[in-house]
């Protein structure tokens, strides 16, 4: 066992089967662009890129430059895209890294063909259009003008068009079908001018959920579906998703209480019967939500247990009345299963009026990522680097 009060498990295998079950709902021909920005949405982008290169997944994308050098000198090859518009003083460290940045603008086209032809390279750049996410990109009735202005500078070449989908619930599917449909119209039309971009995009999860994809696109920009964060309604007919992400604790302190005392800061919670009160060491300076106090819960002895009182930065407690023979060093899933019992990202995000994703990146540095497979732990990456697991640790 290893020695950490709080730590995140994350599942490698369930990274390769998610993986299998896109490749499962868009067939063998389309290319899979697996974002893992935010440093894989918590998890460690390093390790799930690495895990899902070895299944199918031939392209990434990343928010920032150096989220992108992270990638390409952990050992990287394939492509890796640059969603975020650069600045032209990152031109250098994005020819040095073949990183493909996201062209909206000349003056940054030219800084990097520019750096390219110096460099004696030609560099390769995508271009963003918006259909309707209102955020950056190129107006459709702009792209063609714009995609000639680039091809009139040396040293870089056209490597993708893509576009972002706005809507991302159930009921919104019909503007995502009217952004495809845009989306496709332009294609049309580039096409028509003498433009054939060698990879289009536009599908990201809850597209590719509710199978809304151009059918000019060769290629799905999935995050959340393969880290399984989905809520089980949105997971589409004949597909299974296994998270990926796990966050455990250990109750430091087991505490008898009659009735009438106060728990934590603010007096928001009285304690009232006689209780046992455990205190777990994990708090809102390691990324978990203060809005789960007085209501979140926590599994214990394959038990539910509810949090009581103002979550701190450093700890919680909860009422384990319910749960018998709890005792220091006893495990706690803050996220996960134990038992017959799961608390899932989801939960915790419906519970906290966020999204999976808020989740899931919250969960901060002070929180060792223990990587396993088959439920064999493999190494551990903390803020003071990453190390292996020794079988004792198992």
């Known amino acids: ?76 090859d394939a492509p890796i895209q640059l969603f975020t518009p650069s600045l032209p003083g990152e031109v250098d460290a994005i020819v040095r890294h073949r990183i493909e940045p996201t062209l909206i603008d000349l003056e940054m086209a030219r800084a990097y063909g520019e750096a390219c032809r110096a460099a004696g390279v030609v560099g390769r750049y995508q271009v963003e259009v918006d259909t309707g996410m209102g955020r950056w990109g190129v107006r459709g009735d702009e792209a063609a003008a714009f995609l000639r202005s680039l091809a009139g500078i040396a040293s870089i070449d056209l490597a993708g068009v893509y576009t972002h989908m706005a809507a991302t619930k159930r009921e919104q599917v019909g503007f995502s079908r009217r952004q495809v449909a845009d989306f496709d119209d332009l294609l049309e039309a580039l096409r028509s001018e003498g433009f054939h971009p060698p990879l289009v995009h536009g599908a990201n999860s809850a597209a590719l959920c509710r199978d809304v994809n151009g ?23 004949g597909i299974t998703l296994r998270s990926a992400l796990s966050l455990h604790s250990r109750v430091v302190q087991v505490r008898r209480f009659e009735g009438g005392e106060n728990i934590s800061y603010g007096l928001t919670y009285t304690v009232p019967r006689p209780t046992t009160i455990a205190v777990i060491p994990v708090g809102y300076g390691h990324g978990y939500s203060r809005g789960m106090s007085n209501g979140g819960e926590v599994l214990i002895r394959g038990r539910r247990a509810p949090i009581v009182g103002q979550i701190t930065m450093d700890a919680l407690m909860v009422d384990c009345g319910g749960v018998e023979g709890v005792e220091p060093g006893d495990e706690v899933v803050l996220v996960g299963a134990m038992g017959d019992e799961e608390i899932t990202v989801a939960e915790v995000a419906r519970r906290t009026n966020r999204i999976p994703y808020e989740v899931t990146c919250a969960i ?17 990456r903390t803020m003071l680097g990453s190390r292996r697991l020794d079988r004792s640790e198992e």
């Open 1 to 76: 066992m290893h020695g950490y009060p709080v730590w995140a498990g994350v599942d490698l295998d369930a990274i390769a089967h998610n993986c299998g079950e896109a490749r499962k709902r868009i067939g063998g021909r389309t290319e899979i662009v697996m974002v893992v920005k935010a440093d894989g949405y918590g998890l460690g982008a390093i390790a799930v890129a690495h895990e899902a290169a070895r299944h199918t997944v031939g392209r990434f994308g990343v928010a920032t430059l150096d989220e992108g050098v992270e990638l390409r000198e952990s050992g990287i």
């Open 215 to 237: 059918k000019l696109c060769d290629a799905v920009r999935p995050g959340i579906f393969l880290y399984g964060f989905l809520p089980p309604e949105d997971v589409p007919e």
């Open 364 to 380: 901060g540095r002070r929180v060792p990522r223990v990587y396993s497979r088959s439920r064999r732990r493999l190494w551990a």
